[in-house]
């Protein structure tokens, strides 16, 4: 039976992080109190979120919008914990880098200031990226990532990878916002998960998970985003969030990653377990190749106690059983 453990805000309840966040602390007994971004006409249908357990009592929805952050001073205030999920995401490069980022920074910094102004919240937890340590400007030399690590924007303006504005903008606001926190004497940790795999309550195809299963999907342009990829379930997130923010002792980046697999080996493992799918042959995807990845170490956060309950197989299952559900499959 969950117990009252106090009030918690979730900015960008509806995503697909975000939404089984809400999920987990309902189920733990916070009381939740989530923002999504303001809908004029009231066309968003949020009864994923409504109809949760513990929903009826313990939850509740307010407007806000990182365009303007004092929107959401409502949704912090009496707050002990909270966890900034929203994030604007431009995979496409529609919008300058630039703007994205402003955006990106502007929106968390005034929730830190709104955070600072409460006298209530005791901690924030700031969902980061992995992109954030992935693209080191000699990523060619480096096996293995820890939270030392920083991607580098010339780098990625260089080379351009897929989503090169959300590397930056989540870089440099992560960077913003451990700088305030240091400056400010707001505690702020932040952590920093690989693809996220899994189920998901949200009604939009998570595109993390669109792309784990880009080989059972049959989208060829996502194959070079499988040549190495580093994974962990929603579920272990939503819980490294939790951790996070009830552990007495921690600080700074916690990279959140619990499995990689290579194109190869997804191949293999996919066909092996779901013959009913039409998987590309091993001949066919040695042609794809990508930038050389680095490993992302989780050492940090499992030395702290946490432990990661999920493996390959259960993302997988539970990925593909949910997208059977909602007929993306």
């Known amino acids: ?127 980061s990226s992995m992109s954030t340590v992935q693209f080191p400007s000699n990523m060619e030399d480096i096996d293995e990532v820890d939270e030392s690590f920083w991607s580098d924007e010339d780098y990625v303006k260089a080379h351009k990878p897929y989503g090169g504005s959300y590397v930056i903008s989540k870089t440099l606001t992560e960077k913003a916002v451990l700088e305030f926190s240091e400056k400010n ?22 595109g993390s998970v669109r792309t784990t299963l880009a080989l059972l999907l049959g989208n060829e342009y996502e194959y070079n985003l499988l040549v190495k990829l580093c994974m962990v379930h929603v579920d272990d997130v939503a819980r490294a969030h939790i951790f996070l923010l009830e552990h007495p002792d921690v600080n700074g980046r916690y990279n959140c990653s619990s499995d990689e697999m290579t194109l190869e080996s997804m191949a293999e493992f996919l066909s092996a377990k779901y013959p009913e799918f039409h998987i590309p042959s091993k001949d066919y995807l040695k042609e794809i190749t990508w930038y050389k990845i680095p490993s992302v170490t989780s050492k940090k956060l499992i030395d702290c106690g946490f432990k990661f309950e999920y493996g390959v197989e259960e993302m997988f299952r539970d990925a593909i059983q949910c997208c059977k559900e909602k007929d993306y499959l």
Not at 2 to 24: P, Q
Not at 188 to 203: A, D, K, M, Q, W
């Open 1 to 127: 039976m969950a117990t009252e453990k106090g009030k918690v805000c979730v900015t960008g309840g509806t995503g697909f992080i975000g939404s089984w966040l809400i999920f987990r602390l309902l189920h733990r007994g916070y009381s939740v109190i989530t923002t999504v971004r303001s809908d004029p006409e009231h066309k968003r249908d949020l009864s994923f979120l409504t109809s949760l357990p513990g929903a009826s009592e313990r939850l509740q929805i307010l407007r806000a919008d990182l365009n303007n952050p004092e929107s959401f001073e409502a949704a912090i205030e009496g707050c002990t914990g909270v966890f900034h999920v929203a994030t604007p995401v431009d995979f496409e490069g529609k919008e300058p880098v630039e703007i994205v980022t402003k955006r990106s920074i502007d929106g968390a910094l005034g929730i830190l200031k709104a955070c600072l102004n409460s006298k209530t919240v005791k901690r924030v937890v700031y969902t």
């Open 185 to 206: 004497g707001l505690e702020v940790v932040t952590l920093i998960p690989s693809f996220v795999v899994g189920p998901f309550i949200c009604p939009k195809f998570p």
